[in-house]
């Protein structure tokens, strides 16, 4: 899975080693965002000023709500709204900006960025595009000049960090998700999404993808799409064999409500997938009803892992609410983290247990692991599908 500028690359070359073992992932996860430069003149040849690119995309709070306008298949936000940030605020921004100057990466124009995706999706067909998304809540950091495109990264590589108390513009980042996805729909990939405090946002990109692709995005043929095409000669029509299964999405590590996911399957009932890790489950405070689960052998462990076995975690009432309100066929498990193999396999085998435990039990769908493992599978291979049936090749 892909998240950095540089990581692109990697997981290429990663793929190039290991063909049969790797699904390889490729897009810009939205701590990264900030690295890209949106131009609005045609081919994005203007160069863009390192200071004043910035200065755009880098807020101390998120202004009010992205205005999404379906009807017109774009997204808008009121550069005006964007921007109203008290003065001490703004000086301070541009401050912080010049002091760190020296260290902040160019940015790589949109266009430039889209061309380099593109070719590695074609490279590598059955690839993803991921980890790609929206995120209000991080900050933005900065590594050392000397890895520039590490530049973003919460969660921090190797040498020295910067952390600021900046944000990058929602605005922007739906710009950048809304090309990706574009994309992503075009080629016919599956898509692993990020979403953090943007659930409203990402539920406007989708009413826009729909409206802008249609069947070809949702799966789901409507007269309402009919319409849509027939009035619109210029429309972009469904590559062959495409327009009925349309495009996975997958939303990775979810923090969601039940009506969050009423509202998302009403508008993908086909295609939208919930990948859940006890990970994130377990960061929320549990309630005092929550209960741990008991534990399971692990396959040497580490000391540390010894200890989270005696003292499993305890998963929040939010987390069981959202696990069981998500239809058994639209749910994936993972471990979202990149550890030690054990750990790994034992983050996979806590939110598989927990899972297990919150599923109802009839006679058509008995509540036991094999079922479970065997129905997960199924939604992996469903979800993954599609890359492999459509692998995209260059015309």
Not at 131 to 147: A, N, Q, Y
């Amino acid at each position: 899975m892909s998240s950095s500028l540089d990581s692109q690359w990697k997981t290429e070359q990663l793929r190039a080693l290991q063909p049969h073992k790797v699904v390889p992932a490729f897009g810009l996860h939205p701590w990264f965002s900030a690295t890209i430069s949106i131009t609005n003149e045609e081919g994005g040849q203007r160069i863009v000023d390192r200071r004043d690119h910035y200065r755009r995309v880098l807020t101390k709070r998120h202004p009010p709500l992205v205005v999404v306008q379906p009807k017109k298949s774009k997204l808008r936000h009121d550069d005006e709204v964007a921007h109203q940030k008290d003065d001490e605020a703004e000086e301070l921004l541009h401050a912080w900006i010049d002091r760190h100057l020296h260290l902040l990466p160019d940015p790589t124009p949109l266009e430039h960025f889209l061309t380099d995706l593109r070719a590695r999706l074609v490279r590598s067909p059955g690839s993803m595009m991921g980890e790609v998304g929206l995120d209000k809540l991080f900050t933005f950091h900065i590594h050392p000049r000397s890895s520039p495109s590490a530049a973003g990264s919460p969660s921090g590589q190797s040498g020295m960090i910067i952390r600021s108390k900046y944000k990058v513009l929602i605005a922007h980042q739906l710009h950048i998700l809304h090309a990706q996805m574009s994309l992503a729909i075009e080629l016919g990939r599956p898509v692993s999404l990020h979403c953090v405090q943007a659930s409203t946002e990402l539920l406007g990109l989708l009413e826009v993808l729909t409206d802008q692709w249609g069947p070809r995005f949702t799966g789901v043929p409507s007269t309402r799409n009919v319409l849509h095409a027939s009035s619109e000669p210029h429309r972009k029509q469904p590559a062959s064999g495409s327009e009925h299964g349309g495009v996975n999405l997958c939303w990775h590590s979810p923090t969601v409500s039940p009506e969050l996911i009423q509202q998302i399957l009403r508008k993908l009932p086909r295609t939208f997938y919930f990948s859940y890790s006890s990970h994130l489950a377990a960061l929320h405070p549990p309630s005092s009803s929550s209960q741990p689960l008991p534990p399971s052998p692990s396959p040497s462990p580490s000391s540390q892992d010894e200890k989270k076995q005696k003292n499993p975690p305890l998963y929040s009432s939010r987390a069981r609410r959202a696990i069981q309100a998500t239809p058994i066929d639209r749910l994936l498990l993972e471990s979202d983290h990149g550890q030690h193999p054990a750990t790994i396999d034992r983050k996979l085998r806590d939110i598989f247990r927990l899972v297990l435990s919150l599923q109802p039990s009839t006679p058509d769908q008995p509540n036991n692991a094999l079922h479970l493992a065997a129905q997960i599978e199924a939604n992996w291979h469903r979800f993954y599908s599609p890359a492999l049936v459509h692998p995209s090749s260059p015309h």
